[in-house]
């Protein structure tokens, strides 16, 4: 977590030092006082990257040569993060320079709830990937360096199909394939067991109507469940010399949950939809507290009233309150200060024209 957090150049923002709380950081604004901004500082210390573009030059304030993000975590751990437009990126942990960006993101473990979450429906597999596989990495010491390992021999394999080779050279990497993307299913199959083992117990909290409702993991491990992943690639390996790449694996994997034997994307409001994502969210953040890094999250979630009413806002806030989170919301809503009144853990931070 982050106990102070120096902002310098970043968008509209010249200079701005907060101190956040441990619990709940309402940053209440009007639209384009800098409130995202804020979220996006964050954003860079955790991941090395903005979330808002993929170039970081359009992210520094206009008329200067660099931006900087400086924080101090709750394990007095200095992070700080500089890109200058002649030099570029330029990254500090715990003042050394960086050597990977997987040790930033053991540092500050950090989920995003953007204004446009509904990604999860309409961004396809890969997004519901990378998010069962964020948990992945900070609850199992021993995914990344499978993950890793499996990415070089697909594509490696890859190459040799391009390249034509002949079929005994690109079946050298077929065991290795396997092994890895069989070890990476049987992680995925268990995270997703506890994660859906607590969002079944957050949803219906946060989406009241769902109450009662059968939640059922649906998993497709990216080939076929009567097959091994060995026996597959040796099936498809004149389909895979055709189109040029390896088509099956756990690099095509995708999963949901469906509500009462239904496809949520079918069925849910824009709203609902975003209380689904918040609640895998939150069911994720309490996985990585269960586990032995004991790490608490960091989640960001961006214009909380976007497709929500107050009394589902208000539902929220009070769900955020009982976890172990550091959680930044931008709003608009100045009535959401009432709500945290009584909540001692919580800070309200007012932004206009990039400053509080």
Known sequence: MLKQLTITNLRNITELIIQPSSGINLILGDNGSGKTTILEAVHLLSLGRSFRTRFLKNAVQFGHQKLQVIARTTRDVPVGLQFDLTQGLQIRLNSQPLKRLSDLASQLPLQLIPANCHQFFEQGPRYRRQLLDWGLFHVEPSF????????????????????????????????????????????????????????????????????????????????????????????????????????????????????????????????????????????????????????????????????????????????????????????????LVKSLESDKSATVFHVKHGRK
Not at 147 to 167: E, G, I, P
Request: hydrophobic share 35%; glycine share 4%; with cysteine.
């Open 144 to 335: 990344n360096y499978q993950w890793q390992s499996y990415r070089k021999v697909v594509q490696q394999r890859n190459s040799a199909l391009r390249q034509h080779k002949k079929d005994q050279e690109i079946q050298l990497w077929d065991t290795h394939l396997a092994e890895y993307g069989e070890q990476i299913t049987r992680l995925r199959q268990q995270q997703l067991e506890l994660i859906l083992e607590k969002f079944s117990i957050i949803f219906p909290r946060l989406c009241p109507e769902f109450t009662g409702v059968d939640f059922a993991l649906q998993f497709k491990s990216g080939w076929s469940k009567e097959h091994s992943l060995i026996e597959v690639l040796n099936t498809n390996l004149e389909r895979d010399k055709k189109l040029g790449y390896t088509r099956s694996g756990s690099h095509a994997a995708d999963w949901s949950f469906n509500i009462n034997g239904a496809d949520p994307a079918e069925i849910f409001s824009r709203g609902q939809q975003k209380l689904f994502v918040l609640a895998l969210s939150m069911a994720q953040a309490e996985i990585t507290l269960d586990s032995a890094q004991h790490t608490r999250s960091i989640l960001l979630i961006d214009d909380i009233s976007s497709e929500l009413d107050q009394h589902h806002q208000q539902i929220i806030l009070n769900e955020l309150a009982k976890l172990p989170v550091q959680s930044f919301i931008s709003s608009t809503d100045y009535s």
